[in-house]
């Protein structure tokens, strides 16, 4: 092919016909601008073609993470209220608003107390995808900002988690320090006047009362969280 239109070329010089050997050299110049944008067309669609099925591949894995973070968060909810609830016992004893109960049953619920757990949230889709820099791929606005904001959604939460490690620290090495608690009989741990020494303590009530309420203001940002992951798992049930 490229020998017979080269022939043409040479045929039309020879006979001088300038004219047309212009006409036919635009008209090449044309064919060839054609067939580079074809090319280019057709890699276009090859990438587009492969970044969708990347895309795809993202928001199933996506979708995954959230799935597990949903399971993950109603784990963190249901640790919490248990802390909260069982510190609410105690204080609701210590003001006579319960009946008394058995020693054995009153340290369960002050050791309760002191449980401390964090939202271990999956995250691997989200760094794969920011450290692979194609986060541009991700056509819906909602998903892609999600992604780019994982951590920083992240971030109220973990600095109450901050506060409620801390409060856990405090309260744990009180009772250390106050309570037999290598004993193994409930009653040589706590007893009658170890018990009226704890309800008349200034510092063991703060430290309680943060054991009730740092877990509810926790699990506000907890729910909030798991509202969004939601949310956001609809949003790419209706992607994929």
Do not use: C
């Not at 820099?133 to 959604?153: F, K, T, V, Y």
């Amino acid at each position: 092919m490229i020998k017979f239109f080269r022939k043409i070329r040479q045929r039309l010089l020879a006979d001088s016909k300038f004219s047309k050997y212009m006409l036919y050299a635009f008209g090449e110049i044309i064919l060839v601008v054609i067939g580079i944008l074809i090319a280019l067309q057709i890699n276009n669609w090859n990438e587009s073609r492969k970044n969708a099925h990347k895309e795809n591949q993202y928001l199933e894995s996506f979708k995954n993470d959230l799935l597990a973070n949903i399971k993950e968060l109603e784990r963190v909810i249901e640790k919490t209220e248990l802390t909260s609830m069982n510190a609410d016992t105690v204080i609701r004893l210590r003001n006579n608003d319960i009946q008394d109960m058995p020693f054995g049953k009153l340290i369960s619920h002050i050791m309760r107390g002191s449980g401390f757990t964090v939202y271990a949230s999956l995250d691997g889709t989200v760094q794969d995808i920011m450290g692979s820099g194609m986060l541009d791929i991700i056509q819906n606005d909602s998903i892609r900002l999600a992604i780019g904001s994982w951590h920083g959604n992240l971030k109220i939460i973990r600095e109450w988690e901050k506060i409620e490690k801390k409060s856990t620290d405090n309260y744990v090495e009180f009772l250390t320090e106050h309570i037999d608690l290598y004993k193994e009989d409930p009653s040589l741990i706590l007893t009658e006047e170890r018990k009226e020494f704890l309800f008349n303590n200034r510092i063991f009530l703060n430290h309680l009362a943060d054991r009730k309420y740092l877990p509810l203001f926790l699990n506000e940002e907890y729910t909030n969280e798991l509202q969004r992951l939601q949310g956001l798992v609809k949003l790419l049930e209706k992607e994929l």
